[in-house]
Protein backbone atom coordinates (compact mmCIF):
# COMPACT_ATOMS: atom_id res chain seq x y z
CA UNK A 1 0.00 0.00 0.00
CA UNK A 2 1.23 3.51 -0.77
CA UNK A 3 1.78 5.88 1.49
CA UNK A 4 1.51 3.57 4.69
CA UNK A 5 4.23 4.44 7.53
CA UNK A 6 4.28 1.98 10.23
CA UNK A 7 4.91 4.02 13.93
CA UNK A 8 6.60 2.64 16.65
CA UNK A 9 8.38 3.92 19.97
CA UNK A 10 10.25 2.33 22.99
CA UNK A 11 8.25 4.96 25.00
CA UNK A 12 5.10 2.18 24.73
CA UNK A 13 5.10 -1.31 25.21
CA UNK A 14 5.85 -3.14 22.11
CA UNK A 15 3.01 -4.74 20.16
CA UNK A 16 2.11 -8.34 21.76
CA UNK A 17 1.21 -9.66 18.43
CA UNK A 18 1.35 -9.36 14.77
CA UNK A 19 -0.24 -5.88 13.93
CA UNK A 20 1.86 -2.00 14.39
CA UNK A 21 1.52 0.06 17.42
CA UNK A 22 0.08 2.46 14.59
CA UNK A 23 -0.03 2.98 11.31
CA UNK A 24 0.19 6.90 9.33
CA UNK A 25 -1.85 7.45 6.36
CA UNK A 26 -2.90 10.25 4.82
CA UNK A 27 -2.72 12.43 7.58
CA UNK A 28 -4.28 10.08 10.08
CA UNK A 29 -2.74 8.29 12.76
CA UNK A 30 -4.54 4.85 12.91
CA UNK A 31 -3.22 3.71 16.80
CA UNK A 32 -3.95 0.19 18.00
CA UNK A 33 -5.40 -0.97 20.98
CA UNK A 34 -2.95 0.13 24.10
CA UNK A 35 -3.22 -2.05 27.08
CA UNK A 36 -2.45 -1.28 30.26
CA UNK A 37 1.38 -2.19 30.43
CA UNK A 38 4.10 -0.02 31.14
CA UNK A 39 6.69 0.67 28.40
CA UNK A 40 8.58 -2.46 29.77
CA UNK A 41 5.73 -4.74 29.08
CA UNK A 42 4.68 -4.76 32.73
CA UNK A 43 1.19 -4.99 33.61
CA UNK A 44 -0.03 -1.59 35.32
CA UNK A 45 -3.37 -0.94 37.82
CA UNK A 46 -3.56 -4.66 38.73
CA UNK A 47 -7.54 -4.89 39.37
CA UNK A 48 -8.03 -0.84 38.63
CA UNK A 49 -9.94 -0.07 35.78
CA UNK A 50 -9.58 4.00 35.81
CA UNK A 51 -5.63 3.14 36.40
CA UNK A 52 -5.46 1.06 33.33
CA UNK A 53 -7.28 3.06 31.78
CA UNK A 54 -4.84 6.19 32.94
CA UNK A 55 -1.80 3.86 31.41
CA UNK A 56 -3.84 2.90 28.11
CA UNK A 57 -3.82 6.92 27.22
CA UNK A 58 -0.41 7.36 28.07
CA UNK A 59 0.49 4.21 25.84
CA UNK A 60 -1.38 6.18 23.15
CA UNK A 61 0.50 9.87 24.25
CA UNK A 62 3.48 7.91 23.29
CA UNK A 63 2.46 6.45 20.12
CA UNK A 64 0.69 9.36 18.85
CA UNK A 65 3.76 11.71 19.86
CA UNK A 66 6.26 9.56 18.15
CA UNK A 67 3.82 9.86 14.79
CA UNK A 68 3.90 13.29 14.94
CA UNK A 69 0.59 13.46 16.62
CA UNK A 70 -1.15 14.84 19.89
CA UNK A 71 -3.68 12.38 21.56
CA UNK A 72 -4.94 15.61 22.97
CA UNK A 73 -6.08 16.25 18.81
CA UNK A 74 -7.55 13.14 19.06
CA UNK A 75 -10.50 13.03 16.17
CA UNK A 76 -11.94 9.47 17.54
CA UNK A 77 -11.60 7.04 20.47
CA UNK A 78 -12.47 3.62 20.96
CA UNK A 79 -12.94 2.01 24.73
CA UNK A 80 -12.98 -1.14 25.38
CA UNK A 81 -14.11 -2.55 28.88
CA UNK A 82 -14.69 -5.77 30.94
CA UNK A 83 -15.98 -3.90 33.54
CA UNK A 84 -18.88 -1.47 31.98
CA UNK A 85 -19.97 -0.82 35.51
CA UNK A 86 -17.16 1.13 36.32
CA UNK A 87 -17.62 3.50 33.40
CA UNK A 88 -18.19 6.67 35.44
CA UNK A 89 -14.75 6.11 37.02
CA UNK A 90 -12.94 4.99 33.77
CA UNK A 91 -14.51 8.47 32.45
CA UNK A 92 -12.98 10.26 35.09
CA UNK A 93 -9.39 8.91 34.36
CA UNK A 94 -10.61 9.56 30.43
CA UNK A 95 -11.60 13.23 31.15
CA UNK A 96 -7.97 13.86 32.73
CA UNK A 97 -6.19 13.62 28.87
CA UNK A 98 -9.08 15.62 27.06
CA UNK A 99 -9.62 19.46 26.85
CA UNK A 100 -13.21 20.84 24.86
CA UNK A 101 -14.04 19.98 22.60
CA UNK A 102 -13.10 15.92 23.51
CA UNK A 103 -12.92 13.44 20.78
CA UNK A 104 -15.26 11.28 19.24
CA UNK A 105 -16.01 8.09 21.65
CA UNK A 106 -17.01 4.72 21.73
CA UNK A 107 -17.25 2.47 24.66
CA UNK A 108 -17.47 -0.90 24.54
CA UNK A 109 -18.47 -3.39 27.30
CA UNK A 110 -16.42 -6.73 26.17
CA UNK A 111 -16.00 -10.38 28.09
CA UNK A 112 -12.43 -10.45 27.57
CA UNK A 113 -9.32 -8.37 26.77
CA UNK A 114 -5.75 -9.29 26.02
CA UNK A 115 -3.24 -9.91 28.84
CA UNK A 116 -6.70 -10.07 31.48
CA UNK A 117 -6.58 -6.33 31.26
CA UNK A 118 -9.55 -4.69 32.05
CA UNK A 119 -9.82 -2.01 29.86
CA UNK A 120 -8.35 -1.22 25.81
CA UNK A 121 -8.26 1.90 24.24
CA UNK A 122 -7.22 3.02 20.74
CA UNK A 123 -7.54 5.88 18.87
CA UNK A 124 -7.62 8.02 15.25
CA UNK A 125 -5.18 11.04 15.59
CA UNK A 126 -4.54 13.69 12.86
CA UNK A 127 -1.21 14.25 12.11
CA UNK A 128 0.81 16.55 9.90
Do not use: W
Amino acid sequence: MTNRVDIETDQAPAAIGPYSQAIAHDGVLYCSGALPLDPAGEFVGEGDAPAQARQCLRNLEAVAAAGGGKLTEALQVTVYTTRLEEFPAINEAYAEFFEEPPPARVTIGVAALPKGALVEISALVPIK
